[in-house]
Nanobody, 125 residues
Framework: QLQASGGGLVQAGGSLRPSCTASGRTFSSVFMGWFRQASGKEREFVAAVSSSGSSSGRRTYYADSVKGRFTISRDNAKNTVYLQMNVLRPEDTAVYYC????????????????WGQGTLVTVSS
């Protein structure tokens, strides 16, 4: 089970750091990712992080729209993945979902086996 938290309301240019904690099993050996879904739009890929044991060896992947502003990281000891979001824009407003264990293709939502319930991020202009 994945539990996301840390969303909220922030002004444009501000920062938030949602987190997603797993319980019931460990996800340290699989990719984890974040997706988002804005009102009236399809869910889209935001970021993903590989499962490599050392933090320096992990690979990260980002959507072009968030590259340079968002940073995904994970703490396997805490079974938690984070999404540091800086320089937020109104178009970042969405429900953010964490996901784990994609069968293949980290950019595609339906390939992930496990999902959190989502946390709402609202960015005001």
């Amino acid at each position: 089970q994945l539990q996301a938290s840390g969303g909220g309301l922030v002004q444009a240019g501000g920062s938030l750091r949602p987190s997603c904690t797993a319980s019931g099993r460990t996800f340290s050996s699989v990719f984890m990712g974040w997706f988002r879904q804005a009102s009236g739009k399809e869910r889209e890929f935001v970021a993903a992080v590989s499962s490599s044991g050392s933090s320096s060896g992990r690979r990260t992947y980002y959507a072009d729209s968030v590259k340079g502003r968002f940073t995904i990281s994970r703490d396997n000891a805490k079974n938690t993945v984070y999404l540091q979001m800086n320089v937020l824009r109104p178009e970042d407003t969405a429900v953010y979902y964490c996901a784990a264990d994609p069968r293949s293709g980290i950019y595609t939502d339906y390939k992930y086996r496990y999902w959190g319930q989502g946390t709402l991020v609202t960015v005001s202009s």
